[in-house]
């Protein structure tokens, strides 16, 4: 079975940074893209970029270059996000989803970055 | 970016018919897909390529369209269908999302 589990919620000051996790299982990390994506509440799904498990080749939404850093661990089949210069704009919902050619078959069950002083 | 537009929410009785559509401003071939969201749930992949059911998909759920207009058919709708339906294009990049058809059951 397919798993995705996503690191637990934040609460992060405007300004700082947060890395967030998805540890993948039940699929061969190496031979698939992982997406990030981004929903902040009652809006649309936005997506962030992804990153391929096997060499760590990343994409990017242009408006997200600069916000967003994508890393892979495949000894432990994990997919990670930095998040930089954080907002209030930043505070939503983020997804990791496994990409099957160009659509997301499996999704984590998401993490809340709340930004806030 | 490739705006979809959705309508933003539909009404229906259970066992009737729904479509919801899914409009797009530019040509994406057959790469549209839908996804079922649930409150506090992270999306469940329906349909992808257009018309392809996702494994483990009830038959009740069918996609149709190519170039700029398609739509996601429920027939029938049962109780447990309501959610929040999105649409989403692969064909130009950045991937796009439409916002999202809320169905609720009357």
């Known amino acids: 079975e397919v798993q995705l589990q996503q690191s637990g919620a934040e609460l992060v000051k405007p300004g700082a940074s947060v890395k967030l996790s998805c540890k993948t299982s039940?699929?061969?990390?190496?031979?698939?893209?992982m997406s990030w994506l981004k929903q902040m509440p009652g809006q649309n799904i936005e997506w962030i970029g992804n990153?391929?498990?096997?060499?760590?080749?990343?994409g990017y939404n242009q408006k997200f270059k600069g916000k967003a850093t994508l890393t892979v661990d495949k000894s432990s089949s994990t997919a990670y996000m930095d998040l930089s210069s954080l907002t209030s704009e930043d505070s939503a919902v983020y997804f990791c989803?496994?990409?099957?050619?160009?659509?997301?078959?499996?999704w984590g069950q998401g993490t809340l970055v709340t930004v806030s002083s | 970016d490739t705006v979809l537009t959705q309508s933003p929410a539909l009404a229906v009785s259970p066992g009737e018919r729904v479509t919801i559509s899914c409009r797009a401003s530019?040509?994406?071939?057959?790469?549209m897909h839908w996804y079922q969201q649930k409150p506090g749930q992270q999306p469940k992949l329906l349909i992808y390529?257009?018309?392809n059911l996702e494994s483990g998909v009830p038959a009740r759920f069918s996609g149709s369209g190519s170039g700029t207009d398609f739509t996601l058919t429920i027939d029938p709708v049962e109780a447990n269908d309501t959610a929040t339906y999105f649409c989403q294009q692969s064909w130009n990049d950045p991937n796009t999302f439409g916002a999202g058809t809320k169905l609720e059951l009357k």
């Open positions: 530019e040509s994406v071939s057959t790469r």
């Open positions: 390529g257009a018309s």
């Open positions: 039940g699929y061969t990390f190496s031979n698939y893209y």
């Open positions: 990153i391929y498990g096997g060499n760590g080749g990343t």
């Open positions: 989803a496994t990409a099957i050619r160009d659509w997301f078959a499996y």
